[in-house]
């Protein structure tokens, strides 16, 4: 009885393993195709921040898209969108070969196309516009801040990702591109506008003295975005202000939308001579921080200008700045970006943009969805850039007017 158990054991065994190997695909079989879109599954699964994955079955939906036939690579394309739209999270996107090189060429310092920086509005779903980029094609035609964008080249812009309408805005110099713009708030007729493409100068930082008010000369910083040289031309302008007597500091960070993690802890590393700048997060909870490293170029009285289109990094070094005391916030509630991504690159070419981490600001606030509150709320319609350090700016002048004042001199000191 005891030699017959066995050997029916031992039979159901050699079948499981049978059925196990029988129905797992043989790595080689992968056409190149599936290898794709396995790998863009693996580097989620190992990295996205959620390790519930939006409280889906990971690995069945991996199974699930794996049957697919996949005879091209744009049809493997979309089956790797479509898996990354389960996370219902926007930040988590793939850039496909041109968008990806676009995006590295944005961050090194220019590129070619209408000169607007965009967002998805996250309470909405609305394309809009962060800001239009200074003496850019868009600037030119009057698109402005918070502008919707409601169609590019009569394509709905509900059906396009973030990526995907930032390309359809790219393009060569002299090529013409059409926009339907439904202007903000939202009380105007809706405009079609036709852009010609330029070449955009993406500098991230201008700088000059002013000096409003007699006996105080004040250095006025505005920096764009967040690119690989922006902490290299903000040393450059600190240092210049600097030796043209500069007493105080307006940095102005306005619509700008972030760019690089690292790019931000650098320019903040340039107001602070100690304390913490960031704290990040990953998803097993595992907690760092990044630091000043006692290289400040100036100790002057520093007022940040923010509104709602100042978001992801520039949030970082207004959250670092404010905590620490070193800068006073004026204007409106930021952005509300908290999410931290990665860049992957495809064997392709293409790319993945992954969450992997969320920050918080040293003092520990989790600011995703929720921005951070200046400390002198001054409400601005939209200006021009030409408007910009005006008596038009009602923000600028907050600023002026603390500087002058004795509360943030005695913070400084």
Not at 60 to 78: C, F, G, V, W
Not at 163 to 182: F, H, N, Q
Not at 299 to 311: C, F, I, K, M, R
Not at 341 to 361: N, R, W
Request: no cysteine; charged share 20%.
């Amino acid at each position: 009885m005891r030699k017959r158990s066995f050997w029916v054991t031992l039979l159901v065994i050699f079948s499981l393993l049978f059925n196990f190997f029988a129905w797992t695909p043989n790595a080689h079989a992968f056409t190149e195709n599936q290898k794709l879109l396995l790998q863009s599954w693996r580097l989620v699964n190992q990295s996205y921040l959620d390790d519930t994955f939006n409280h889906q079955n990971w690995w069945l939906l991996r199974q699930d898209l794996l049957k697919r036939p996949l005879d091209d690579r744009e049809e493997t394309y979309d089956t790797i969108e479509e898996m990354l739209a389960t996370l219902d999270e926007p930040f988590t996107r793939l850039l496909r070969p041109k968008q990806y090189h676009n995006l590295q060429v944005s961050t090194a310092g220019e590129l070619s196309g209408v000169g607007l920086q965009i967002n998805i509005n996250p309470e909405t779903g609305n394309l809009e516009v962060v800001a239009p980029i200074e003496g850019s094609p868009a600037e030119t035609a009057g698109i402005k801040a918070r502008d919707r964008i409601l169609k590019i080249d009569d394509v709905d812009t509900t059906t396009l990702t973030l990526d995907e309408a930032a390309t359809k805005m790219r393009g060569p110099s002299g090529t013409k591109v059409s926009l339907t713009i439904l202007p903000y708030p939202q009380e105007s007729d809706i405009l079609e506008v036709e852009i010609v493409r330029d070449r955009i100068s993406l500098s991230p930082v201008t700088a000059s003295l002013n000096q409003p008010i007699p006996n105080l000369p004040i250095g006025y910083i505005r920096l764009n975005q967040f690119s690989a040289n922006a902490a290299e031309e903000m040393a450059e302008a600190i240092i210049n202000l600097e030796k043209e007597g500069a007493e105080g500091y307006i940095l102005d960070l306005r619509n700008n939308p972030g760019g690089l993690l690292q790019a931000g802890i650098e320019v903040a590393r340039l107001w602070m001579d100690q304390g913490t700048i960031v704290y990040t997060v990953n998803r097993q909870g595992v907690q760092d921080s990044f630091t000043a490293s006692g290289t400040a170029l100036t100790d002057d009285p520093l007022v940040l200008l923010v509104n709602q289109g100042t978001a992801s990094a520039s949030e970082i070094l207004a959250g670092a700045l404010k905590d620490n005391g070193r800068a006073t916030l004026v204007g409106e509630k930021t952005f509300g970006k908290g999410l931290i991504q990665s860049l992957f690159e495809l064997p392709d070419g293409a790319g993945l943009a992954i969450t992997v981490a969320k920050y918080e600001t040293p003092s520990h606030n989790d600011i995703h969805k929720l921005g951070i509150q200046p400390d002198k709320l001054v409400v601005q319609d939209p200006i021009s850039y030409q408007q910009i350090g005006t008596k038009d700016d009602v923000q600028y002048e907050a600023a002026i007017e603390l500087l002058n004042g004795n509360s943030v001199l005695a913070n400084a000191s």
